[in-house]
Every structure is written in structure tokens, then in C-alpha cells.
């Protein structure tokens, strides 16, 4: 490998350094230690000080030194892991570089003539793979090592590496840690000791920074039940971050099966690089933190002060710029943030440039004062560039138009800042959709009533129009304490729409996607799938007290609104607790803004709530029980199993608390979430908890406990609500209540914010990252847990074996998809199957497997002998084969029946398994086989390459996998499953009886594969002459059985047979002696007979006859009866299986 020249003062420092090679103005050496004469004290030394120093030479123990007669400075040029390496670049530089050294007459000419050259060739080498890192030079020996020491396939892409110290028991190791797409790797040599890790990020059950006495701060990994720690690292921060994207990346990729097609950092796992993980983990931060749609990207980051006329001063804090935002957020504990859309931005002034400041006009009459911004004339032109806004002096008359607009508001603005009347936005009135919120339509105000309630209700709005007059109206609006403030004390009905939209950043998707939802509601008009079968049968389940949902108008609504999310997330589809929260949305929102609430709920803020394994909710129920750990320890010592709680308060997640409080009182807890995310469901839900902390400490079960809550939340109340009787939905323990003293829902609310409020979004964001890894590695174990016990039943492997083959098996089907985004297996993934089929493997991953663990390890023609497995045990023919398929074959092969394995054996000669257009190619049928699809699965082909072709059977030919019945977006044929199922069930054992005849071809073959079964074999010999003496046999039998049942036969076709038997013996032999020439000839002469001479289609065997011959063969009997230990089959299959694919 070229190296950047870098100068060496002494060329043989400490004599570390063996010269092999030199001339005038090259010198070749060898590391001491290594290669001839290396090893004893000096290989340790050297070593471990070239692991320590993180030398290249620990991996390239060969290097080359360009230097010249008249100087004493050495400049090292290339390294190299091999001789042979080495001796490439040395042979380049005397045909390339020394004839051209002599044209020079200045030593400066020529070193720096070299240097040049060199870093050309380093240029040109990374030129397509390198040109993303930070430092290609550096990044390139650190690949070297990477490779040389961990063996991992080629396309494993090496993301960053770290100096730091593993702790091995308690001794530190000083070593390098690599973090590439797949693989967490450490690498150490100290004195002789080697330390090597690698640990797949899909392993991994726990990440996090911890401390303690011995380790200040350190990186803690939990994989297979151990823990690591890693610590002494520089950028300890920084580490955590890439390892955590790296984490999180490889969970959603081959978990969750995300392709990631919006985000072109992360798109492509050959592609991934520190940089993009980096960006990709700030834009996440600013997306959650803005409530932005996923599309958008933080581009720039900016300081600068902004001018807050409500607080009539300067704040500190930063701009940070997306495609279609510009974004605001102070640093300086004032809690002031927001939010401006480019398409409201008019216009972008610098008034002054002496403060660096520049103004942005926006809709609304508004204009916001950035100063001291560094690059505010960039930032300037940015802004106008995306907003189309020209920056050149000529515009026409409606520029200049609102150019005078805005120059005057900005005047009046400085002239007179205590004057806040420009700060009146303007309510955005455009109707998308007809349909009104319902709660206008059910229980439209009353302006007349001036009950006490009602007068409180104005009283609210008064409040909200006085802060809109402050803060701004609308998008633009800024979000402050006292926005909090208003949300706790409670949000006037009128005013709830308008908010909702605002506040979770629904308003901008529907102002991005004008007419979507209409489209939308067209196009899914009229399906039927699972989803809108289920949706049909919860609609009358969603808030049925409530008269909106009582008729016709609601129930439509909620129909249309949940089918059409339906359609666009197929993903998500429906899922319970979806209708209830949907019903409550309706309720105060109109029915397309009802929708754009609904898809930031399910796709911004609740992440991965709505899906089958609801792991959003089980993960932010992990961080609960860590913040009851923190904040609630007297409950904590009395009830240490804490997950009681996480099973009572999964429906507070879901719901966000409606399905258990009282419609009147849920909507201010949905008023709050809306603003401060699920932080406010996690502090309510403490609240809760410490409300009744004495009652929860003195009960006894889980069942008491249960009861104590169910009568707290019927007894909270919303005293507030002007809401009719007949709208606030009824308590189910209204019985009870005299005995309960009622709690009212602000009060509880503000109760949460003042005890619970002080832990940040931020923190919240850390945890749910953190517990995601184990929930989601809890969930696989349980699978894991689940398909053993049902595979159990019908195989004899224990407990442990089974686990043992789970592992390899599911690390198969992941090593198919770690190094692409187009698997099969990612492409056609359904979660929605039973979980024995969540993880399924193609034939070329099944193959790679059967390999490693059939039990004839010398078999000859493996390739063949797997695919004929797979076809067979492929009971649906999809092209995939399932844990369950695996293990029965397995089982039988590994099992001591020779019965089974001979029955095992022979139906790998029939259909499916060995296809009919295999059986006529050896009948010598005269069929063009070139125009058969299935040429590529010809038994006769001998060369590998066509294992690659084998893989066009992974999928039909529209490229989708199907299930039966058959998958999709279409409606599900219940029908069809319980008839499999009930198939299934009555399904009788298979007897000997029930096998069909095999014919010539399939015999002939079935000869073959016992030849190829013995080779190697210690007892080769007798084995080959028993199955010889075993064939001869059968056929004469045969010709006996044909001249008792037909003697007018001519004596010619008679003799067929027995000329048969010959031919057979002869090409088995021949194929398991191995020469091909002979196996040629043998071919091409058997071919050319059989196209002379048409054998008897109606000549066969049955299963007994095979069974009967072979039963008096000891040495045959005794080969299949021999015990395999499968232990050790999979102890060497998981140290190969990575080994096998770095090979290939």
C-alpha cells in the first residue's frame, strides 16, 4: 500500500528495522520480529509496541524508504502485509521511478519528483472509495489494520476507529477499537497476549455510558450475556454518538426492515461514513426538537442574538437552517424557540452590517432581527435563494412594494419597540375539506349562556388572543414559558384545533401537501384488506357515550380518515387504540387536519407505537420504570418488580391516558402532549403514581392495586368544561365516587409539571435510545423462546442445540442482508407472519448453512445434494425455507434410523426435489433443455459459478415472494388459513407405503449420490462394492419380475436391464474417482446411447425393494447408523460461518 511520504530522521532506529533490499535512492525493509527469524522475546516487544503506538506495522510488517546519497532524512513510501506485496511496489519503482530519477540534477528535484508521484498513485486509489473521510491518508492504514486483523468480508465498510482500553476482568487492555456497518471490533497485543472482538451491532442487548470508582467514564456494551467496557477514549462523547447511530442503523435495518430511500447518508451500508452518521444524528435532534417533517435536513448552524420585542431585549441562541425552515432556539435559559417556514418568509434585509445583523419579513406583518451573526451575508443570501426571493436591485412594482412594507415595519419596529401591536398575526382560514371539527357540529357554543363555566371559558380565550397579540398567531408564532404556562392552566375548545395543528407541526405537512388528502380518501375508497376489515369492526367501539360518534357524520369520518392513513402507511396499517385517539381528534379538529394529526402522532411522536409489536410503547414503559426508579424509590422498595406498572399503564401510552380518564379531562393531557411530547405522558404518569403512593404501598396484589388506580382516574374531573352532560363521557365507578375525593385534571397536571417537569426532552430521547436496544434483543429472545418450543416437538436436538442452531440460523439470514439493501429477505419481509417465519433463508443462504453442518463433510458434489434438501423440505415451494423446515431435515440426517435417512434420501430423487427436466437429461431425452427455465439446476454441471445462478430461485418472476394464501395489500383469505391449518392437524405420518416408484433416472442418480455420500470415507472400498453388488441386484431382480410378467417379450429388450446395471456401476465409479476426463467421455458416450436407444418409461423401483437390498449391506447400515455429534458441527459452524462468507 502507497503511504503520504512522511519523514524519518533515523532509517533503523533502535534496530527495529532489517534492510532486504536497496539502491541508490530506494531502501525495502523487514520489521524485526517477523518473517525469518522472527518471533522469541524481540516478536513480543516488537509487537506490543507497535499495537500500543498504533503502528502499520503491526499488520505491514514491510516497508519502503525513498531517500537520497547526500541526505541523512528518509521519507517512508509504501508498506506492505505480505513479501509478495512488498516486491509489487519495489518492482513498480524500478520500472516506473529510476529510469526517470537520472534526467534530475537537483536532490530536491528528486525527492520532491517522488513525493508527487506517490501521492498521485494515493489519489487515484481513493478516488471513489475514500473520498468521504476525513482523512483518506490516515484512513487507509487504519483499513489496512482493520482487515488484516478482523478477516471480515470485503464489503464490510470500516466507519471509524478509536485508541482506548478494554476491560478484560479488571485489567485493561490498551488496544483499537473499529466501528464499521456491521461489526463493533477491538484489536490488542500486549506482550504476546492478543485480545480480539467482534461483536455484531444486531447482538448487542444494552449501550450506555456509565462511571464508577475505577472507570470515570467509560462505554459499556452488553452482547451474548457479557459485558464490555471501553474506556480511556479521548472523544469519549463523540464514540457514544457514531456507536449508537451505528446501533440504532442496524436494529431498523434488519429489524424493523427500513430502507432508509429519503436518507442518502444512510442508503447504502457499503456507503456509510462517520461524517453522514454524524449529520444524521444532529438532523434527528433538530427534527424532535422543531416537531419538522422527516424530510427535512439541519443544513447550517448559525449564533447570533435575536431580538425579542415582548421581553425587549437580545436572547442568545442559534439559527439552524433546513430546507424549508429557518429555525430559532435560545441558549440562555429563556425557553424561547421558533419556528418559520420558508414559504411565509417575503423578504431579507441587512440594515446594518457594523452589528452583522440581517431582518426577515415575514407573512403577517411580522419581522424578526437576527445580529451578530458571523456569516450573515451567506446566511442572507441562503434565505433568499430558497425562498426565490431576488437579490438583485431591479424588482417590479410588488416587490418594491412589499420591499417599502417591510422597511417601514422594520423602522416602526426600532423606533418604537415598546409598541408589540405588529407582533398581530393573521389566522390561516383556508378550508382544504368541508367538514367542520365535530364537536362545532354537536355542541356548537352557546353565546348567550354566561354561566359560571362559560364566563371561565372566556375568560381563556382572552388570555390566548392577549398572548397571540405578545407572541405572534400562526406558524411563526414564538413558544415561550408562558406558552406553557397557558397549556397547563388549560386550552379554550374553540382554540384546541388550532393548537393541536400548531404545536405538533401538522399545520406544516398540510401546507406542504395541499390536496393530498383528498386523493387519498379516493383512492381507498372502496378496499378491502385486513386493515379496513378491522377498522369496520372498531369504528362503534371508538367514544361511543359521545353523540358525535353516535351517527352517521362521526362514524364517516372516522372511517375515512383511518382508511386513508391505512393507505399511505401500509406499514402501520391499523392498529387498536388508533380509533380512540383518532375519535378525539375528530372531535376538535377538522377531518383533513384531523388526518395530518394522526400521521404526527404515528410517525413523529409516538414512534413505532402502532405496529404489531407496539415496541414504541414497551420502550418509553422501559424509561417509566427508570423514572420511577429515580423519583418514586419509596414505591420502588416496596414493590421491586416493577413491571406491574408496565403492564397497567400501556394503555396511558397508547391512549395518551383517553381510554382511561373522562373525555373532558383526557383532552388536557392531550393539550399538553401535543407541546411537550411524551415527556408529558411520563410526568403525568409519575404524578399519578405519587397521588396514590400510600394506597399503592399498603395493597397487597396486583388486583388491589389495578382497583385503587381504576378509581383515581374515575374520579378526576375537569371543573373547567363547559361541555353538556350528555357529551362528557360517563365514569365507569360513579358508584364509588361519594367514597373517592375528586381530583381535578389542572391540578394534577400542574402537580406533574412542577414535581416531574425537570427532566428534558433531551434526556427523555437518551432513554428511549438506550432501552430500545434491550426491548427490542427481549422481544427476539422471547421469538427465539416461542419457535424452539414448537420446533421441540418434532425434532430429537435438545433444548440447547436448538438455540444453538436459532442463533446460526437467524445470523444467516442477517448475513444476507448486511452488505445490501435489495435481500430478498429485506424486500419481502412481512411482520405480520407467525413468528416461525420471520426469519427465512433463500437458497444460496441455505446452502452456505447445510454446508457447514450436514454430517457428511467429504460429500462430494454439496451444491447439488443442497439444493435437492431445499426443494424438498420447501414444503410451500416460495422459494424460502423456515427454522422449523431446517431442523426436520437436519434431524433426520443427524438422526440414527436408517429407515428415516434412506427414506430422506430417496425422496431427494423425486419431485420436487429433483425436477422432471433433471430425470430426462438422463433418459437422454432429445428436449432442447437450453429453453427450460430451470437449466441451471442440471445436477451434471460440475463448476461452482452456477451457485450464483441457483439464486434466480429465491424469487418467481415478478420478484415477490408469496405466501400461501397469497400476501399483500389485498384482503386476506381467512378461509384459506384454517383449511391449511386444519391440514396440518390431520396430517398422518408418512409410511414407506405411500412413496412412489422411482424410475430409471432418478435410480441411476440415487446410485450416485450414495457414491458421492462414501467418498473419503475410511471404508470407501467395502462401501463402493456394496452398493455396486446392491444396484446389480435390484436390476437382475427387475429383469426376472419383466420375463414373468411378459414372455413373448423379444430376449433384446430382455438384456436392457442388465446392460443398465453396467452402465450404472460404471458412471458411478467413474464420478466418485474423481477424474473428470473419464467422467467426460462417460457423459457424452451415455448421452449419445441413450438418444439410440429409448429405455422403458414403465421400468422402476419401489421404496421396499431399495430398503430390502441395501438392509443386507452391514457395511452400508453401519455407515448410516454411525453417530454424528452435532455439538461439534456447531461449535466449527460459528467460528466459520463469518469465515465462509469473508471467503466468498
Partial sequence: MWLKPEEILLKNAFKLWVTEKDNEYFVLQRRRGYGEGGGGLTGLLVGTLDTVLDSTSKVAPYRILHHTPDSQVYWSIACGVTKEEIDQHWDWLQQNIMRTLSVFDSTEDITSFVQGKIRGLIAEEGKTSLVLEDDPEKFREALLRFEKWFELPAQEKLVTYYSCSYWKGKVPCQGWLYLSTNFLCFYSYLLGSEVKLIISWDEIWRLEKTSNVILTESIHVLAHGEDHYFSMLLHLSETFVIMEQLANYSIKRLFDKEAFQGEPALSDPLQITKRGLEAHAKSEQFRAFFRLPKEENLLEVHESFLWVPFSHFNTLGKICLSENYLCFASQDGSQCHIIIPMREVINVEKPDSSSRALTVCVRGKRALRFSEVRDYQRLANTIRSRCGISASPQHSASSEAIRGECQSLINHFEDNPEDVTLMVGQKDTSKAVSTEALMTVFHPQDVENLDPKMLKEKMKEQSWNIHFSEYGRGTSMFFTKKTRDLIVRGVPESLRGELWMLFSGAVNDMATHPGYYTELVEQSLGTSTLATDEIERDLHRSLPEHPAFQSDTGISAL????????????????????????????????????????????????????????????????????????????????????????????????????????????????????????????????????????????????????????????????????????????????????????????????????????????????????????????????????????????????????DELYNLFKRQHFLSCYWTMKSPALLHHDPSLAYLEQYQLGFQQFSELFSLLEPWAFCASKSTLSLWVFRLIDENQDGLVNFKEFCYALDTLYGVSFTNKLKFLFKLHLPPALSQTVSLAFTGSPLHLKEQRVQQFLPTIEDSSHLTRLAAFDLPEDGVIRKSPERGRGKVDLQAYLKQWQNEILKKEETIKDLPRINQAQFIQFSKTLYNIFHGDPEEESLYRAVAHVTSLLLRMEEVGRRLQEPSSPPAEATQPASTAASVEASSTQEASGDPKTSDASGSHSSQEGAAEQPDPDWSFSFEQVLASLLNEPAIVGFFERHVHIQTKLGQARVAQLKLKANK
Fill in 559 to 802: 372511517r375515512r380518515v383511518l382508511t386513508a392513513y391505512a393507505y399511505r402507511n401500509p406499514k402501520i396499517g391499523y392498529c387498536q387504540a388508533m380509533n380512540i385517539l383518532t375519535s378525539v381528534l375528530l372531535l376538535y379538529a377538522k377531518e383533513e387536519e384531523a388526518f395530518w394529526l394522526l400521521v404526527a402522532v404515528c410517525e413523529r411522536m409516538l414512534p413505532d407505537y402502532f405496529n404489531r409489536r407496539i415496541i414504541g410503547a414497551l420502550v418509553d414503559q422501559a424509561v417509566f420504570e427508570d423514572l420511577i426508579r429515580e423519583n418514586l424509590p419509596q414505591l420502588v422498595e416496596h414493590m421491586t418488580d416493577l413491571s406491574f406498572f408496565s403492564s397497567v399503564s400501556l394503555s396511558w401510552f397508547l391512549t395518551l391516558f383517553i381510554s382511561v380518564l373522562p373525555i373532558e379531562s383526557a383532552v388536557n393531557v392531550v393539550d399538553c402532549f401535543f407541546y411537550d411530547g411524551i415527556k408529558a405522558i411520563l410526568q403525568l404518569g409519575l404524578a399519578v403514581l405519587d397521588y396514590n403512593m400510600e394506597a399503592l404501598i399498603a395493597c397487597n396484589d396486583d388486583a388491589e392495586a389495578v382497583t385503587i388506580l381504576n378509581r383515581f382516574f374515575d374520579s378526576v374531573t375537569n371543573k373547567d368544561s363547559p361541555l353538556p352532560p350528555t357529551v362528557q363521557q360517563a365514569s365507569v365507578g360513579n358508584n364509588d365516587k361519594a367514597s373517592h375525593v375528586s381530583v381535578d385534571i389542572s391540578e394534577l397536571i400542574r402537580e406533574a409539571y412542577e414535581k416531574y417537569g425537570h427532566f428534558r426532552s433531551e434526556e427523555v430521547e437518551s432513554s428511549r435510545k438506550r432501552n430500545k436496544l434491550h426491548v427490542i434483543q427481549t422481544l427476539e429472545d422471547t421469538t427465539k423462546q416461542n419457535v424452539i418450543r414448537v420446533v421441540s416437538q418434532d425434532v430429537r436436538f435438545t433444548s440447547s442445540q436448538l
